[in-house]
């Protein structure tokens, strides 16, 4: 049995090992790297920008040349916080207004385990398994210029493609089925990198004071998703009483219509 890569402590006990990062990172973004220092947690004094953010596994190669960030994403799905942060990484570097030359390649590899719950810039609804976010320079003939290779790739196993590689496949079928099929998981054990972290997660290995840990994670996680539903709904409540519309009351909070009748009629018999 798997524990739940959606479980923070979990997700950090498999992905901080050496061996997984390494293998991971070459899977997904197809660099082979050997990796220095593993650190969690981390965050940059003084902070960087406006807001004091926090990196949930962040390793730099032996040679400095490049810095990978992996960020577990479960409730939060603003997509301009994590290019705010891919941005700051950069910025870091830069350490004062003399110099601005970067010199590490900035890599950030975001996990997604819920389904996508925002639109893109033409208000379709976004079902992707992999998405690479790149730094693009072109010529006016449209040809390509490599200047700047800082990337951003966000993984969601829910809205599967059969067209993504297998190596990357391996990876998503791991983190989805630790979380909706932990008994019997059906993975690739064949990839050296997942038989690692399977080994890792196993739910019979983990220490006491890492089941601890991890379970005390998880009721925190359901308490601070029940605080964030119920601050949707005031939301919701408040647009109500505005007599907004329910498609623009849908795409403010998520909330489904049928959410949205019941408030509606809470509402009503106030």
Same mark, same amino acid.
């Given at each position: 049995m798997l524990g739940s890569l959606d479980n923070e402590v979990i997700f950090k006990k498999a992905f901080t090992?050496?061996?997984?990062?390494?293998?991971?990172?070459k899977d997904v973004l197809g660099l082979d790297i050997e990796i220095g220092k593993?650190?969690?947690?981390?965050?940059?004094?003084?902070?960087?920008?406006?807001?004091?953010?926090?990196?949930?596994?962040?390793?730099?190669?032996?040679?400095?040349?490049?810095?990978?960030?992996?960020?577990r994403a479960q409730y939060d799905y603003n997509f301009d916080r994590f290019?705010?942060?891919?941005?700051?990484?950069?910025? =870091?570097?830069? #350490? /004062?207004?003399?110099?601005?030359?970067?010199?590490?390649t900035v890599y950030m590899i975001v996990v997604m385990t819920l389904?996508?719950?925002?639109?893109?810039?033409?208000?379709?609804?976004?079902q992707e398994e992999v998405i690479i976010t790149k730094f693009s320079s072109k010529n006016l003939q449209g040809k390509e210029i490599?200047?700047?290779?800082?990337?951003?790739?966000?993984?969601?196993?829910?809205?599967?493609?059969?067209?993504?590689?297998?190596r990357v496949r391996d990876w998503l079928d791991l983190i989805y089925q630790s979380i909706h099929s932990p008994e019997r998981?059906?993975?690739?054990?064949?990839?050296?990198?997942?038989?690692?972290?399977?080994?890792?997660?196993?739910?019979?290995?983990l220490t006491?004071?890492?089941?601890?840990?991890?379970?005390?994670?998880?009721?925190? =996680?359901?308490? #601070? /998703?029940i605080y964030k539903l119920e601050a949707t709904r005031d939301v919701a409540r408040k647009l109500l009483d505005l007599a907004v519309s329910m498609d623009i009351i849908i795409q403010s909070t998520?909330?489904?219509?049928?959410?949205?009748?019941k408030l509606k009629e809470e509402y009503i018999s106030r």
């Open positions: 090992d050496k061996i997984v990062f390494e293998h991971f990172v593993i650190e969690t947690e981390k965050k940059f004094s003084p902070p960087i920008g406006y807001v004091d953010f926090e990196i949930d596994v962040f390793a730099e190669t032996v040679d400095k040349r490049v810095a990978v960030e992996l960020q290019m705010h942060y891919l941005h700051m990484l950069i910025a =870091e570097q830069q #350490k /004062s207004a003399k110099k601005y030359k970067v010199t590490q389904p996508y719950k925002f639109n893109d810039l033409t208000g379709e609804a976004v490599d200047i700047y290779a800082h990337q951003m790739t966000t993984l969601n196993p829910n809205h599967p493609h059969p067209d993504t590689p297998q998981p059906s993975i690739n054990l064949q990839n050296l990198g997942i038989k690692r972290a399977a080994d890792l997660i196993d739910y019979e290995k006491p004071k890492e089941l601890a840990d991890a379970k005390n994670k998880e009721q925190g =996680e359901v308490v #601070k /998703s998520g909330l489904t219509i049928d959410q949205i009748e």
